[in-house]
């Protein structure tokens, strides 16, 4: 490549900027941009790292609270936990990578997801992963599901750390365009966590890790952008990923910062080199000078251009003390890993970048950092739908057979086959794997602390009504924290939508940031980082509006939790709430009646809390030994995931309206708690004493699933329904079961 | 691992970086699993010719105990400190679950703390553990009472010739195995049957060293 690529307006525009954003850059240049500097403002200016879209909105959301350390706006999120630790953790999506390339778009987010942890100075304890495919019939969807649970496995395994959690759904709304959303979370002090912010001038800037190629050049342009047919040829901007470089540079970076060598740390992410640098310098408000003769490379004769926008992985940027520079410099050689002085930070707030002797670029570090556009985009209010009587729904001809195919269905079925490729037992610290409701890992070095961690969001509850389903996510995330026995601290979000230059698409964005905003404020969960990825498109068509929530929750003692398959013969069994009569957007209007319609549940943020504090109250006083909330499928299917995971059946006897409302209806704020008989009196005397709505419907006995006369099922045939669907559709050879 | 073994000895044992071509005097030396280079070569592969192997393999000669788990049982196949080799898991996916493991021999400091026969329960988290030795191989394994332990009841998760999950070399200081007893150490795992494992090569250790 040579220098003298012309920089012209068309240029600009196959690098995603508009014609106005493309006057502004060269009236903030104060000259045409070189061919270099034009790729330094777009990998700057695009969607996925500048949130010129979203940040009007994301400004709203509530991210302050009594234990918040940090909030959005570094790599990850701060929470304490007591006793001078901190919990760190963020989600992040890699979606469009991924469709394209399903192993490394999800390996590589899952590295890229666990750097930004240990950027910021703590040990990765838990991942999650929650990913979205399309129909299963569709011709892509096994190749993806296959290569993408591969992709996580393979990165986070080698990495080691515990996957705990996640989820898995399938529509068609998603055959263009996969999500794949990754957690992590790791623990540290609360006085050795690191930002990026560097302080101080004439300081060395190092660059650390892996060697910088030709991979991924221009990838966060690509995220920001619609597929459309020539989707494939767009696979030499995906990365690849090496786990075990990432395992080095995590312990090179823990014991480089216990040296006390580092000011600032960068991750280099999206936009590699580009935008670690300029944040660093933007931030500490100080310029930057890199000259890429020294940056370690893999390929011969790259172009400034290609180094600056590389994406190749495990790459760091610091900002060290001089006189400490040996020490680190030691501690990576130790770990095998690159180590080079690339630059300096400067007084002149200016990026600037030598090549070969000659300077390169030339720009003004705070307007590529600070003054990235922010749009109002124009949207409208989403419609609403009419409330459906559970009347207008045909009732099942037989409850059993009903109830068999929704365990059995696409987006029921166990996910034994994804969780067993991912490693839940590595670190020793897990103690509630995937399957129940939330994963719970201890803290390491403390006698009885442990923390829990939930994903989730209803897509198809978002999309009947945005603002519902905003707050739904928040909520149901909020309720799988509580029925471990955990008190939720706060969340990340990662907001998936279509193009946001449709004012629908924005209006159904900006309704759900309103109700998640509602329901963190009600439920106490500050969202304190997260992630935008928006143009989930292929062809003009969106993908459901898809806002994931990743919560945390503490636990002071592991000793008092509670389990989604802890119950015990005879223990008895109450309904948190009331009797369910909402069936639109049901489980049970999709898989039986074949249709997606009406409106989503509403969720009562007052009624979630009140019930959510006596729950876990409840846990907590030892009293209550399983729970589980009540989510997709309703009542019966809660209680078919009960009798499953104990191996225990149920003896339901209970009164209703209407039995298919009852048994199948998604309304919110429910629980179902399984009490030792000893106790069950004085549950219900303090539920009652705290005002909050309960049914006492049946005990733990036998082995079969009895609810009044319309279910009875051996907890064998429920069993067999709900682990068969994921393998045969992945034609899995049936080796070994599961021991159990 | 260095968890476990911290927890059940009480002692923290001395970490040996990779590059040591001595080791300190000692009585167990654990070879851990995870990964080691990637296992971008072949699982172990790399390890085995880590300059501290050379010393491994000394001590291996002279006797002292030797316990590879997962990458640490690739490792000494890959050495050939234990006959045999562990290819891609049959399923060819990465397996993450509980197995029931068989003691095939309890006549060993490592599983003195079992009973032969006895069906214990498990973690397993591997991609290569799909153990396979050629026909002749097998049988003097077989015959030598080599296999420490075997999938029971069905739970074979990778293809393992004769379900064997773990042996022993000739000499009987060496065992390799795929499994991961030390995750299933505490009360808090949900059970402790790999507890016994360390706890009897322990008791053993100390009554000869008495």
Redo the contacts between chains.
């Keep these: 490549m040579t220098k003298t690529i012309e920089v012209t307006p068309q240029l600009a525009a196959d690098h995603g900027l508009s014609e106005d954003e493309y006057s502004r850059i060269v009236e903030l240049t104060g000259r045409t941009p070189t061919f270099t500097e034009l790729g330094i403002w777009s990998a700057m200016w695009n969607e996925h790292c500048s949130y010129k879209s979203s940040k009007k909105w994301l400004k709203t959301l509530p991210t302050e609270g009594p234990r918040v350390v940090h909030g959005p706006g570094e790599n990850a999120g701060v929470v304490d936990i007591g006793d001078d630790d901190v919990v760190v953790f963020k989600m992040e999506s890699h979606n469009h990578p991924s469709f394209i390339e399903p192993y490394q778009g999800a390996a590589t987010g899952v590295g890229g997801i666990l750097r930004d942890v240990f950027t910021m100075g703590a040990r990765p304890i838990a991942s999650m992963n929650a990913l979205r495919f399309g129909e299963p019939g569709h011709s892509k969807t096994r190749h993806l599901v296959s290569g993408v649970v591969a992709g996580v496995g393979g990165y986070g395994n080698s990495f080691g750390v515990p996957c705990v959690g996640g989820e898995v759904n399938f529509h068609p709304r998603y055959n263009g365009n996969i999500l794949v959303n990754a957690f992590a979370a790791g623990i540290a002090k609360k006085d050795g966590i690191y930002i990026s912010k560097a302080e101080g001038i004439g300081l060395p800037v190092v660059y650390l890790g892996a060697k910088t190629g030709r991979d991924g050049v221009g990838g966060a342009t690509m995220a920001s952008a619609e597929f459309d047919d020539s989707i494939d040829e767009k696979r030499p901007t995906v990365q690849v990923g090496d786990p075990f470089t990432e395992k080095c540079l995590l312990e090179a970076c823990l014991e480089l910062m216990a040296s006390g060598a580092v000011i600032a740390i960068q991750d280099m992410g999206a936009a590699g080199l580009t935008c670690s640098a300029v944040e660093m310098g933007a931030r500490g408000d100080l310029g930057i000078l890199l000259d890429l003769d020294k940056v370690p490379v893999r390929e011969e004769n790259m172009s400034p251009y290609e180094m600056m926008l590389s994406e190749s992985q495990e790459r760091m940027l610091m900002v060290l003390r001089p006189e400490k520079e040996d020490e680190a410099k030691a501690i990576f050689v130790k770990w095998d890993l690159d180590f080079a002085i690339v630059g300096e930070t400067t007084n002149d707030l200016r990026f600037r970048i030598l090549h070969r002797g000659e300077e390169v670029a030339d720009l003004p570090i705070k307007e590529l950092g600070d003054e990235a556009p922010e749009y109002d985009r124009p949207w409208v209010e989403p419609g609403s739908h009419s409330d459906m009587e559970p009347h207008l729904f045909a009732p099942p001809h037989d409850y059993n057979a009903a109830l068999i195919k929704m365990l059995g269905s696409p987006d029921l079925s166990s996910r034994r086959w994804v969780w067993e490729q991912y490693d839940t037992w590595i670190q020793g610290n897990s103690l509630q794997l995937p399957g129940g409701d939330a994963g719970v890992v201890r803290v390491d070095g403390h006698p009885c602390k442990a923390l829990a961690f939930s994903s989730d969001v209803t897509p198809r509850y978002v999309e009947a009504d945005p603002y519902e389903g905003g707050k739904q996510a928040v909520a149901e995330c909020y309720r799988n924290l509580i029925s471990v026995g955990a008190e939720p601290l706060a969340a990340t979000d990662n907001l998936n939508f279509g193009n946001p230059e449709k004012p629908e698409i924005m209006g159904t964005f900006v309704a759900s940031i309103r109700g998640i905003g509602e329901a963190c404020s009600a439920l106490k969960m500050p969202i304190v980082s997260g992630n935008v990825s928006l143009y989930n498109e292929t062809n003009g068509e969106a993908i459901l509006p898809t806002p994931t929530i990743g919560g945390v929750g503490l636990i002071e003692d592991h000793a008092k939790t509670a389990r989604i398959g802890a119950a015990d013969e005879g223990d008895v069994l109450f309904l948190v709430g009331t009797e369910a009569t909402h069936l639109a957007q049901s489980i049970y209007q999709r898989e039986i009646l074949g249709e997606e319609a009406g409106p989503g549940p509403k969720v009562d943020l007052l009624m979630e809390k009140a019930r959510g504090d006596f729950v876990l109250a409840a846990i907590k006083s030892e009293y209550a030994s399983a729970c589980h909330d009540i989510s997709d499928g309703g009542l019966a299917i809660a209680l078919a995931e009960m009798c499953m995971a104990s191996g225990l059946g149920m003896k339901i006897e209970f009164e209703y309206t209407y039995p298919h409302a009852a048994l199948f209806g998604e309304d919110q704020a429910r629980y179902i708690v399984a009490v030792d008989e000893e106790w069950a009196n004085m549950f219900a005397a303090n539920s009652e004493g705290s005002g909050v709505s309960f049914l006492r419907i049946g005990q733990v006995a036998g082995n079969r699933l009895i609810i009044n006369d319309l279910v009875d099922i051996s907890v064998d045939d429920m069993k067999q329904a709900h682990e068969a669907w994921f393998p045969e559709f992945m034609g899995t050879p049936a080796l070994a079961q599961a021991a159990e | 691992m260095i968890?476990?073994l911290t927890k059940i000895s009480g002692n923290a044992p001395t970490r040996i970086w990779h590059t040591e071509t001595n080791l300190p005097g000692c009585d167990l030396i654990v070879i851990p699993g995870?990964?080691s280079?990637?296992?971008?070569l072949r699982s172990g592969a790399i390890a085995a010719r880590a300059p501290v192997m050379q010393a491994v393999r000394q001590a291996a000669s002279k006797g002292t105990r030797i316990l590879g788990v997962c990458n640490g049982f690739q490792t000494l196949t890959e050495s050939a400190l234990l006959p045999g080799a562990l290819m891609r898991n049959?399923?060819l996916?990465?397996?993450?679950?509980?197995?029931?493991l068989e003691i095939a021999n309890a006549d060993n400091p490592f599983t003195a703390g079992y009973k032969k026969g006895e069906v214990i329960?498990c973690?397993v988290?591997h991609?290569d553990g799909n153990y396979f030795a050629d026909p002749k191989t097998l049988k003097s394994l077989e015959d030598n009472d080599q296999v420490a332990f075997r999938?029971a009841?069905?739970?074979?998760?990778?293809?393992s010739l004769n379900d064997i999950a773990g042996i022993f070399n000739k000499a009987g200081n060496v065992l390799g195995m795929m499994p991961?007893p030390?995750?299933l150490?505490e009360p808090?795992?949900s059970g402790t049957d790999g507890r016994r494992l360390f706890e009897g090569a322990m008791n053993l250790l100390s009554k000869e060293a008495a």
């Design positions: 968890a476990a995870g990964f280079h990637g296992d971008y049959a399923g996916t990465f397996v993450c679950k509980e197995v029931k329960r973690p988290a991609h999938y009841e069905g739970t074979n998760p990778n293809g991961h030390e995750n150490v808090e795992h």
